[in-house]
């Protein structure tokens, strides 16, 4: 039974399409979180939700827009994709921040 | 600003050897502090985390840390290291209220037979 999990696991998809991921946790948790982790494998926070509503927004582009529609799901949708957005894509879930984060198996975006 | 360091880019030790993965942190408040590992093609997993109490932590696949406050440092151990060790390590700090964890750059583990 998987705590958080995406979908899809890949995606390969040409320069300009508009693709979405999506994310849902079981624990319970309210808290829910984008990271982008790049070829390098450094780890950046891009959004963070606690009980639906955006708290921390880091300078992501705004082709980005995440969306939470309850508290157990967080998706992620970009528009016109371009060949830097190419990354894997992890969603994670927390209560608050008072523990720790639990982690999808992450999307793996490639734009070609 | 906060910060996180992971000295160590990548480290290559032999099976049986002990492990020392290097992290340091900048924060205002007390952080909480956590190691994950990323094994190749997979999500992030914790080892362990640190909120308070006792500075030495023990966690899963025989790891441990110590929290040093005086050097900003959580450095994570292992006293006899396996090959299935062989992965990313991601120190990482959060704070209640900031509704982020910020991760070190990461430092890849090698394990030679």
């Known amino acids: 039974d998987t705590a958080v999990s995406q979908t899809p696991k890949y995606l390969v998809t040409q320069m300009g399409n508009d693709k979405s991921i999506k994310c849902e946790q079981n624990l319970g948790h309210d808290t829910m979180y984008w990271y982008k982790q790049d070829s390098k494998k450094f780890l950046k926070i891009m959004f963070s939700?606690?009980?639906?509503?955006?708290?921390i927004n880091e300078t992501v582009p705004n082709r980005f827009s995440p969306k939470s529609p309850d508290k157990a799901h967080l998706n992620l949708h970009i528009n016109s994709l371009e060949l830097g957005d190419s990354a894997v894509y992890f969603c994670?879930?927390?209560?608050?921040?008072?523990?720790?984060?639990?982690f999808g198996q992450g999307t793996r975006l490639t734009v070609v | 600003a906060q910060s996180v360091t992971q000295p160590d880019i990548h480290i290559t030790v032999s099976e049986g050897a002990s492990l020392e993965l290097r992290c340091n942190y900048s924060?205002?408040?007390?952080?909480?502090l956590f190691w994950y590992v990323q094994s190749p093609g997979q999500g992030l997993q914790l080892l362990l985390k640190y909120f308070s109490g006792d500075t030495l932590v023990q966690g899963i696949k025989g790891f441990e840390a110590e929290f040093k406050r005086s050097q900003s440092s959580f450095n994570l151990r292992k006293p006899s290291v396996h090959w299935s060790d062989a992965a990313e390590y991601f120190c990482a700090v959060g704070a209640s209220g900031t509704y982020k964890y910020i991760f070190g750059t990461g430092t890849r583990l090698k394990v030679l037979a």
């Open positions: 939700y606690n009980n639906k509503e955006l708290i």
């Open positions: 994670a879930s927390s209560q608050g921040t008072l523990g720790e984060a639990f």
């Open positions: 924060y205002g408040a007390t952080p909480y």
